[in-house]
């Protein structure tokens, strides 16, 4: 487990400048910031920024009924978890957490910055906690500004 934390330290560190040299523009959110079209399936080059620490993968979704199902996993495969989201009842459900982030106060950020996230178009009043930033590269820029997390996701070519 210490080998992992390393590599994901390391990873953390090399793209930590990603975004400080990111142009961002706030544009009006469309109504669902992930596009489900023909394939129903979205795949978007992933990363999570803590502090001094990113944490960079892929983020794979597919629209299955009325859930959404998902999974985040680094670059070499290693899932970090895997979440499905009800539409309906817009309720989210984390599972196959991995070990050193199956943490109760991680998976309970987690969870709540998921949720606001694939529930954003729906949200009517402002959030002093958490803010979404649309680029017109169709990158969505996701800040948890409480704990200081930013999530980055970004359309795979």
């Given at each position: 487990?210490?080998?992992?934390?390393?590599?994901?330290s390391i990873l953390f560190a090399s793209v930590a400048n990603l975004f400080a040299s990111a142009s961002e523009?706030?544009?009006i959110p469309p109504d669902t910031l992930f596009r489900f079209e023909?394939?129903?399936?979205?795949?978007?080059?992933?990363?999570?920024q803590f502090k001094n620490n990113t944490f960079t993968g892929v983020c794979v979704m597919k629209l299955m009924g009325q859930e959404i199902r998902g999974s985040i996993m680094n670059e070499f495969g290693v899932k970090a978890f895997d979440f499905v989201y009800d539409t309906n009842s817009r309720s989210i459900d984390l599972r196959n957490v991995i070990g050193f982030m199956n943490r109760l106060l991680v998976k309970r950020t987690l969870k709540a910055d998921w949720?606001?996230?694939?529930?954003?178009?729906?949200?009517?009043k402002a959030d002093k906690k958490r803010s979404i930033v649309v680029t017109e590269r169709g990158e969505i820029i996701f800040k948890n500004k409480k704990r200081g997390i930013v999530y980055k996701l970004s359309p795979l070519k």
């Open positions: 487990m210490t080998r992992f934390l390393l590599l994901i523009q706030e544009l023909n394939s129903e399936r979205v795949e978007y080059n992933f990363s999570l949720k606001y996230l694939l529930s954003f178009s729906s949200i009517t």
